[in-house]
């Protein structure tokens, strides 16, 4: 069974700081992800990774601000979130694909090919 465990989020102020990880449990992959769905509108890719480690998609709306790694010894995907802002407040989610064929520019930024997600961690930017 897919299983990815998503944590981190929670209340923070408008320019603070979170760090959400994905445990990822040594699935194997090919591209995997961070997701938002923010109440009311459509989900958005916030940033994608390759197995290699190679980010190959990142929001125009959190560039300069959210940065994706991670730590293969600990099966863990990171999403470093600086300069919060309320509009990124948000259910996030982790996702991946074993596609090989994965067109990042489309695929990261909507969650196509992306076929095990997991629960969701919730990101609220506030005063």
């Known amino acids: 069974q897919v299983h990815l465990v998503e944590s981190g989020g929670g209340l923070v102020q408008p320019g603070g700081s979170l760090r959400l990880s994905c445990e990822t449990s040594g699935l194997d992959y090919s591209t995997i992800g961070w997701f938002r769905r923010a109440p009311g509108q459509e989900r958005e890719g916030v940033s994608c990774?390759?197995?290699?480690?190679?980010?190959?998609y990142v929001a125009d709306s959190v560039k300069g601000r959210f940065t994706i790694s991670k730590d293969t010894g600990k099966n863990t995907i990171y999403l470093d979130m600086n300069n919060l802002i309320p509009e990124d407040t948000a259910l996030y989610y982790c996702?991946?694909?074993?596609?090989?064929?994965?067109?990042?520019?489309?695929?990261?930024?909507?969650?196509?090919?992306?076929?095990?997600w997991g629960q969701g961690t919730q990101v609220t930017v506030s005063s």
């Open positions: 990774l390759t197995e290699t480690g190679q980010i190959t």
């Open positions: 996702a991946f694909t074993t596609s090989p064929w994965i067109q990042y520019s489309t695929d990261c930024a909507t969650g196509g090919q992306f076929g095990y």
